[in-house]
C-alpha cells in the first residue's frame, strides 16, 4: 500500500498512550484502566487531523515522510493525548494571595465568603477590569497551561454576576479561543454567588438568572453549558433545580459544583437533571455514588481544590471507581480555592490524595475529561480523525508523570497538528 504523505509524524516512543476506543461513553469503573499503551509508537499527522497511530514499524508502513514532513524521534519519552481540563474559572481580575493566612489560621471557605469576601472580591476586581486586561491575564494563564500539556479547557463566567459582567466574561473567553491554541469551553456560570446588590433578596437573583440572564446568554450563543455553585448558604438544591431545568429548556448542558464542602445531595441532583458532569464531590453521600455509578454523568475531581484549601478529607475517589463510576479530574484554576493550573500538578495529587493508579489518572485527564465537556468525539485520545493533539514527556513511563511531582515534563506540545510548545 503506497501511504499518504504526512505533515507531521512522531515516531519510536517509548510509550505511546493512545485511551484508543472510549469515544462513544466515558470509561467507567475498571475500564479506566484501560490506557491503550503501545511500545515504541507512532503517530502520523496529517491537515490537523491524526492520520495513523501504532507501533512505529507498522505506522512507517502505511504512511510517507516527505520533504516537508516534520518528523520527531520521541525515543525514551512518553506520548499522551494533549490534556484536557474540563474545570476552570479561568477569567478573573486580581488574585487572593491573602487568603493564605487566613486558611492557614483556620478561617473556612464558606466563612470568607460570608464576610463578602472569596468570590465576592474577585467579582468586585473583575467588574471593575476592562475587557483587554482580562484578556491579557487569561492569555498569559493558557500560556502557562498550555506549556504544562493542556490543550483543552473548559471555561466558567462567574465572577460577573450582572448579565453585562456575565456576558463581557463570556466574551472574553470567545476572545481567548482566537488569539492563542488552547481550545476552550465556555460555561455560564451566573450562579456562582449571591451578588451583594441582592444579599438581602437572593431568591430575586434567581428570578433574574431564570428570567433574564440565561435567556440573553442563550440568545447570544455565548455559552454550551451552564453551571450552578450548589452548596450550603449559596445556592440551595431547590433553587439550582430550578436555575438548570431553566438552562436546559433553553437548550444548554449541564453541570454541577456538587457536594463540595457540604453534602447537600448535589450528585443526586445533577443525574436527575442528566448533567454531563457532577464537579467536586467531597461531601457526595452513598447514594450519590451509587446513582452516578448507574449514570452517564462523568464525576470531576478536583483536588488540588482540596489540596490548596487545606482541607484533610479528599472526594472518595477509589469507591466511586470501584463502583462503576466514570472518574475525570481537573485544576478547578480560580484565584481562591485553587491558584493551580497545572494538570500535571492535579495528577500527582490525585495518585497520592485520592489513590488513583496512574493508568486511572491518565484517563481521568483525557478521555473521560473530555466527555465531561462534550468533546469526546475530537479530543481526548489518539485515534485516526481526531484532532493531533499530543503531549511529549521527557519522561520513560507514564508512570513517572506522577512519580516526578512538581516538575513540568512536558517536551513538546502539538495542537492541531501544529508544534506549539517546544520542538
Ligand atoms: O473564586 O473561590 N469554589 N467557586 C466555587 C470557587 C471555588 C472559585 C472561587
Ligand atoms: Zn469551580
Not at 121 to 147: F, N, P, Q, S
Not at 239 to 259: C, E, P, S, V
Amino acid at each position: 500500500m503506497t501511504g499518504e504523505k504526512v505533515d507531521l509524524l512522531v515516531r519510536n516512543a517509548a510509550e505511546l498512550v493512545t485511551v484508543a476506543g472510549g469515544s462513544a461513553r466515558p470509561r467507567r469503573g475498571r475500564e479506566m484502566a484501560e490506557i491503550g499503551l503501545i511500545e515504541d509508537g507512532a503517530v502520523a499527522v496529517k491537515d490537523g487531523r491524526i492520520l495513523a497511530v501504532g507501533r512505529t514499524a507498522g505506522v512507517m508502513e502505511r504512511v510517507k515522510v516527505g520533504e516537508s514532513t516534520t518528523v520527531i524521534d520521541a525515543s525514551g519519552k512518553v506520548v499522551l493525548p494533549g490534556l484536557v481540563d474540563p474545570h476552570t474559572h479561568l477569567v478573573f481580575a486580581g488574585s487572593r494571595e491573602y487568603e493564605l493566612e487566613m486558611k492557614i489560621e483556620g478561617v473556612g471557605y464558606l466563612e470568607i465568603l460570608a464576610r463578602g469576601g472569596g468570590i465576592l472580591d474577585t467579582v468586585r476586581a473583575t467588574r471593575a477590569a476592562g475587557r483587554e486586561d482580562l484578556i491579557a491575564a487569561g492569555l498569559k494563564y493558557l500560556g502557562e497551561m498550555l506549556a504544562q500539556g493542556t490543550t483543552t479547557a473548559e471555561a466558567k463566567s462567574g465572577y460577573g454576576l450582572t448579565l453585562a459582567d456575565e456576558v463581557k466574561m463570556l466574551e472574553v473567553v470567545r476572545e481567548l479561543a482566537q488569539r492563542q491554541p488552547v481550545d476552550l469551553v465556555p460555561t455560564f456560570l451566573g450562579a456562582h454567588a449571591v451578588p451583594p446588590e441582592y444579599r438581602d433578596d437572593p431568591g430575586g437573583y434567581v428570578d433574574l438568572l431564570v428570567e433574564e440572564m440565561l435567556p440573553a446568554v442563550v440568545r447570544a450563543g455565548l455559552a454550551e453549558f451552564c453551571d450552578v455553585f450548589c452548596e450550603e448558604g449559596v445556592f440551595s438544591v431547590e433553587q439550582t433545580r430550578r436555575i438548570l431545568a431553566r438552562a436546559r429548556d433553553l437548550g444548554l448542558k449541564l453541570k454541577l459544583h456538587a457536594d463540595e464542602i457540604v453534602s447537600l445531595g448535589g450528585a443526586e441532583l445533577a443525574v436527575e437533571m442528566g448533567a454531563t458532569s457532577a464537579d467536586h464531590l467531597v461531601h457526595v453521600s452513598e447514594e450519590g455514588i451509587r446513582r452516578l455509578a448507574r449514570s452517564n454523568t462523568v464525576a470531576v475531581l478536583l483536588p488540588a481544590t482540596t489540596f490548596c484549601l487545606m482541607g484533610g478529607q479528599y472526594a472518595p475517589a477509589r469507591e466511586m471507581i470501584e463502583q462503576g463510576a466514570a472518574v475525570a479530574l481537573a485544576s478547578d484554576f480560580n484565584p481562591g480555592s485553587s491558584p493551580v493550573n497545572s494538570l500535571p500538578a492535579v495528577m500527582g495529587i490525585a495518585c497520592r490524595q485520592l489513590k488513583m493508579k496512574p493508568a486511572e489518572v491518565i484517563t481521568a485527564v483525557t478521555i473521560n475529561a473530555a466527555h465531561a465537556i462534550g468533546r469526546a468525539a475530537e479530543v481526548g485520545s489518539l485515534e485516526p480523525g481526531k484532532k493531533a493533539d499530543l503531549v511529549i514527556f521527557d519522561a520513560p513511563s507514564y508512570r513517572y508523570l506522577m512519580y516526578r511531582f512538581g516538575t513540568n515534563l512536558v517536551q513538546t506540545v502539538i495542537k492541531s497538528g501544529k508544534i506549539v510548545v517546544g520542538g
